[in-house]
């Protein structure tokens, strides 16, 4: 059981907008810490989507967008394309665990 | 351009000890903390430890404390992740990446570890 709670699928249609939730607790993203997110696919490194919640790195299109509330953070992304069908991580730090932690991934699928 | 390229896939049984490296390139190798993850078959990320080349000052996530070791040879930029008793449940995808801040900017492309008798 993963320390940031991610739903473990979501889907949408070409064009469409998702949105994908991180939810943590008062020791991780309730306490301040910062929710970076990353892409994962098949058979190549991931690659770092967002960082500092809703930053991008160049590179990044801007149709993928994060932004915090609370203790929970959100991955959007617009404009849904084939090549976007990917697992999707958050990544926080945990201060009663003292660790790095990752939400449990997020399988997208475009239908 | 910076890149982590890490070794290739190994194959290993019950016992046996395994050494894999990740190598740096692009960037100033002893400059930045270079983390380890894993991930088991089906699985999510797990964060397993992270070293800092410059001086091999290393950190461990509790959960993988004296079960791996983690070390770096900053006179050829790579890291190491390395297991003295392999176990089938060390199966997975062992992932090395660039620490910048508090997120990982750059990644391997990951090295799968098979033990099987």
């Known amino acids: 059981q993963s320390v940031l709670t991610q739903p473990p699928s979501v889907s949408g249609a070409p064009g469409q907008r998702v949105t994908i939730s991180c939810t943590g607790s008062s020791s991780n993203i309730g306490a301040g810490y910062d929710v970076h997110w990353y892409q994962l696919l098949p058979r190549t490194a991931p690659k770092l989507l967002i960082y500092g919640n809703s930053n991008r790195p160049s590179g990044v299109p801007d149709r993928f967008s994060g932004s915090k509330s609370g203790t929970s953070v959100s991955l959007a992304i617009t404009g849904l394309q084939a090549e976007d069908e990917a697992d999707y991580y958050c990544q926080s730090y945990d201060s009663s665990l003292s660790v790095v932690v990752f939400g449990g991934g997020t399988k997208l699928t475009v239908l | 351009e910076v890149l982590l390229v890490q070794s290739g896939a190994e194959v290993k049984k019950p016992g046996e000890s395994l050494k894999i490296s990740c190598k740096g390139s692009?960037?100033?190798?002893?400059?930045?903390?270079i983390g380890w993850v894993r991930q088991m078959p089906g699985k999510g990320l797990e964060w397993m430890g992270i070293i800092f080349p410059g001086d091999s000052d290393t950190r461990y996530s509790p959960s993988f404390q004296g079960q791996v070791t983690i070390s770096a040879d900053k006179s050829i930029s790579t890291a190491y992740l390395q297991w003295s008793s392999l176990k089938a449940s060390d199966t997975a995808l062992y992932y090395c990446a660039r620490k910048l801040g508090y997120y990982y900017d750059t990644w391997g492309q990951g090295t799968l570890v098979t033990v099987s008798s």
């Open positions: 692009g960037y100033s190798f002893t400059s930045y903390w």
